[in-house]
C-alpha cells in the first residue's frame, strides 16, 4: 500500500492534486457550494421559528386563573421566611400584577385567614398565607373604601 501511494503521490506531483484527493476513499464526493446554500435557506425558517418560540416564551408567566365571581387566589409560597412587613409588601405587589394581568383595575383581599386589617389600621398579611382578591373595573365599586386597592398605584410604586 505505502508503495503504490508513493507511486501515485510521484506520478500526480506537478498536477496539483493532494494526496486526499488522489486516494478517493471518500466515497461521496465533497459537498458543492449549492448544497451549503440549501442548508443556509433552510436554516434561516428554523432559526426564525427557534427565535420567535424564545421571545414568545420570555413573556409568558403562571397567572392564576380568575373565578366566576371574579376573585383569584394568590399563593403565599413566595413569601415564606419573610418577616410580615415584607410578606405583605410582596403579596400586595402580587395583588396588583394579578388584577393589571387580568385586565382591571382595583382589589381588595376578601380572603386571607389571620389577616390583620381593620378600619384605618394598617394590613397585616402573615408570611406563607394565601390571598384571595377580588377585582374591579373603573366605576364598579367605591374607591373611599378603606380595602380598595389601586393596583396600578401598588405596580407603579413597587410599593
Not at 506531483?13 to 442548508?39: E, I, N, Y
Not at 420567535?52 to 387566589?73: E, F, K
Amino acid at each position: 500500500m505505502e508503495k503504490a501511494l508513493q507511486k501515485d503521490v510521484g506520478r500526480n506531483k506537478g498536477a496539483g492534486v493532494t494526496v486526499c484527493q488522489d486516494l478517493r476513499w471518500w466515497k461521496k464526493p465533497m459537498s458543492t457550494h449549492r448544497d451549503f446554500a440549501a442548508l443556509r435557506s433552510l436554516g434561516r425558517p428554523i432559526l426564525l421559528v427557534a427565535l420567535c418560540g424564545l421571545v414568545l416564551s420570555a413573556c409568558a408567566h403562571p397567572v392564576p386563573p380568575m373565578h366566576s365571581d371574579r376573585t383569584i387566589v394568590i399563593s403565599g409560597k413566595r413569601t415564606v421566611g419573610s418577616n410580615d412587613r415584607d410578606a405583605t409588601r410582596k403579596m400586595l405587589i402580587a395583588a396588583a400584577r394579578m388584577t393589571l394581568d387580568h385586565g382591571f383595575r382595583y382589589f381588595e383581599i376578601v380572603g386571607a385567614p389571620n389577616t390583620n386589617s381593620s378600619r384605618g389600621a394598617t394590613l397585616s398579611i402573615p408570611a406563607g398565607t394565601d390571598v384571595t382578591i377580588r377585582v374591579y373595573r373603573e366605576g364598579e365599586i367605591d374607591l373611599h373604601r378603606s380595602d380598595v386597592r389601586d393596583a396600578a398605584g401598588i405596580a407603579a410604586a413597587g410599593l
